[in-house]
């Protein structure tokens, strides 16, 4: 199987498994990363089937929609890819950056795994959590969550523990300060850091805004 067939076939694997996710971890979602990954690649050395595989599978199995178990996720791109006679080297690499991309895994600095290709994926990932789609994808997993908007008396924990992170049922508005206004200064890549520090500011006039039209300013 080219490249190019392997790709496709990953695409539609990944369309059928997320068929009727959560907006903000959908098909599109994976798109969008997968879109972001390619244009960040351009620029860095990297092997860019892994990054490609490794944006398309990233959310296979979020463990936040599995009742926390980050286990399933990397099984089912293996096993994925094992079925299309994927070389070894490349399976465990994919496996290694579906298990340390997300934000949450990297709260402790315990994660060990490191290379160039998670580098690009996981700014990839990281862009599609800032930005206006950001935004949008923020208050949609609230409404899904049925978590309160803004309440001014329950405020943003900036030390977050991993386990806190993902136990939160905090107002959508604190996830705001709680990770989203952090990832501009952890990007890994020079394109991911320039995009981000536009979609970052895009985040801070809206959080202006609300702030204003919440207190009756505006």
Known sequence: MSNFDLIEATKTFVKETLKGAEGGHDW??????????????????????????GALLHDIADSKFYNGDTTIGPKMAGDFLLKHNVDSTIINHVIKIIENISYSSNIDNTNLFKSAELDVVQDADRLDALGAIGIARTFNYGGFKNRALYDPEIKPNLKLTKAEYKASNAPTINHFYEKLLLLKDKMNTKTGQKIAKQRHQYMVDFLKQFNAEWNGEK
């Open 28 to 53: 599109f979602h994976v798109e969008r990363v997968y879109k972001n990954a390619l244009l960040i690649a351009k620029g860095e050395t990297v092997n860019h089937l892994v990054v490609a595989l």
